[in-house]
């Protein structure tokens, strides 16, 4: 069955440099949502899409912006990174409206030296 | 807002034998779900199980299983014949309504012994 894919698996960055992560959601998945985990943390709630528009917002800094796409798949754009940016970040997909928790992709190791 | 608390960091158990992870949470909400996800080395998170709160009877899958106590906001998950591929860390969460964020524990990290 195919599952939420991200791309990359892996990103090292400079300190104020820009990354973009990506994201493909399970087919007929129309939402998506962002979670940071830092090293030893737990997921952090980031933002989330339904249709194409931002259904929640949590603890996002104003550096980092997202959109989903009209294929439904979203991109995740940081800017000014700093150090303590580097974490895991994962990318969820389900159906609008489910009570079945969600399906997570991998993850994009994104690491800020 | 809701919150999620895992008061055991570290947990161990021999193979074969029966563990407890202990959840409590707090919401003034009414309907929501809870979840376990595990999380292996690889660090995929992935659905153990989940439990409405508005139905009593406790979830199973083989043999994972939940004792979920509504009044005392408690949500454990038991871990019987455990295997060495159940080492991980284990996360329980908290979703209010439906298409909405999770809310996370700390984590227990389980390691499975021989």
């Known amino acids: 069955a195919a599952g939420v894919i991200q791309s990359p698996r892996h990103l090292i960055k400079e300190k104020r440099e820009t990354a973009t992560l990506k994201c493909y959601p399970i087919?007929?998945?129309?939402?998506v949502y962002w979670y940071q985990q830092g090293p030893g943390q737990d997921p952090q709630f980031l933002i989330s899409?339904?249709?194409?528009?931002?259904?929640d917002k949590g603890s996002i800094p104003d550096r980092f912006s997202a959109q989903q796409f009209s294929d439904y798949h979203s991109e995740l754009n940081m800017s000014s990174l700093e150090l303590g940016d580097s974490a895991l970040y994962f990318c969820?997909?389900?159906?609008?409206?489910?009570?079945?928790?969600?399906?997570f992709g991998s993850g994009t190791r994104l690491t800020v030296v | 807002a809701q919150t999620v608390t895992q008061s055991q960091p570290e947990m161990s158990v021999q193979e074969a034998e029966t563990v407890t992870l202990s959840c409590t949470y707090d919401t003034s909400e009414n309907n929501y779900y809870l979840f376990w996800y595990k999380q292996p080395p690889s660090r995929q998170m992935i659905l153990v199980i989940r439990q409405e709160a508005y139905k009593q009877q406790n979830a199973t899958e083989n043999r994972f299983s939940v004792n979920f106590q509504k009044a005392a906001k408690s949500f454990s998950l038991k871990i019987s014949d455990s295997q060495l591929g159940d080492t991980a860390m284990y996360f329980c969460a908290f979703m209010t309504g439906t298409a909405s964020k999770l809310t996370f524990g700390t984590g227990t990290r389980l390691q499975v012994t021989l």
């Open positions: 969820a997909s389900s159906p609008w409206g489910t009570d079945y928790g969600y399906t």
């Open positions: 899409f339904y249709e194409k528009m931002q259904s």
């Open positions: 087919p007929r998945h129309d939402t």
